[in-house]
């Protein structure tokens, strides 16, 4: 992440319709790619060459790299803003061509992002037990409703003040996953056939609120209809 981004700064739609972006998609506020391989050292040799790009050191990506392939994701994030700019265009190019030069091939199917969503009749009031808890530490440009790990592995938290408490005026937590568009449907599908209920769908594709038997919900989201 990088600590600039002034006029650069892109939409999500910006970023997915620019030229050499192909290979990643928007999920939440960053951009992501999975590049498939036979091997950890097949990994390890992608990520080596992500490490020798020049300028790199200036906005370095999160990278998770395991035996099948490597997750890249690249985010602009200042005390103003998190999200996309052309800055992220030209290094997602980039990688892409790396990944490319190395034999490996992008699988967007693999691609997912996590957010917890805790809600609570008052949000000042839970926050700074998750964030003593986690050792997470407010986002800079919403430090009033998200956390986020310093470390930049675990999922974000973001805040949510219910308009409907509980009946015993307690809150609730619930999960979002963030999937590309192209598997967000199949995704709700799957997930009904596998004992869940629908309990919204008037903000789809934005996102469909699903329960399970218990009651316990899950946002399944993308970007469509908010690319701004």
């Known amino acids: 992440m990088t600590s600039t981004a002034g006029n650069d700064r892109i939409t999500p739609r910006e970023f997915q319709e620019a030229e050499g972006t192909g290979d990643w998609r928007v999920l939440g506020d960053g951009a992501n790619a999975f590049f498939a391989s036979s091997s950890f050292a097949a990994s390890a040799r992608l990520v080596q060459a992500i490490a020798e790009l020049p300028g790199v050191g200036d906005h370095p990506p999160a990278v998770d790299i395991r035996v099948g392939g490597v997750t890249v994701r690249l985010v602009t994030l200042v005390p103003d803003y998190m ?29 997912q992002y996590l957010l917890v969503i805790p809600g609570a009749p008052e949000i000042r009031q839970v926050m700074p037990f ?5 050792g997470y530490r407010p986002r800079p440009d919403s430090p009033g409703e998200d956390l986020v790990d310093p470390q930049d592995r675990g999922p ?20 979002a996953v963030w999937v590309p568009r192209a598997q967000a449907e199949a995704r709700v599908q799957a997930a009904l056939a596998a004992g869940g209920r629908l309990v919204r ?11 399970d038997a218990a009651g316990n919900e899950l946002d399944i989201a993308t970007i469509s209809g908010r690319e701004g």
Do not use: C, N
């Not at 992220?88 to 490996?104: W, Y």
């Not at 938290?157 to 999960?175: C, N, S």
């Open 130 to 134: 998750w964030q003593a808890a986690l």
């Open 83 to 111: 999200g996309m700019t052309k800055r992220d265009v030209d290094l997602a190019r980039r990688i892409s061509e790396a990944a490319r030069a190395l034999g490996l091939s992008p699988d967007p199917t693999r691609l």
């Open 156 to 175: 974000g938290f973001w805040f949510e003040q219910m308009e409907e408490p509980r009946t015993d005026g307690g809150g609730a937590i619930h999960l």
């Open 201 to 211: 769908d008037a903000y789809a594709p934005a996102w469909w609120t699903l329960a």
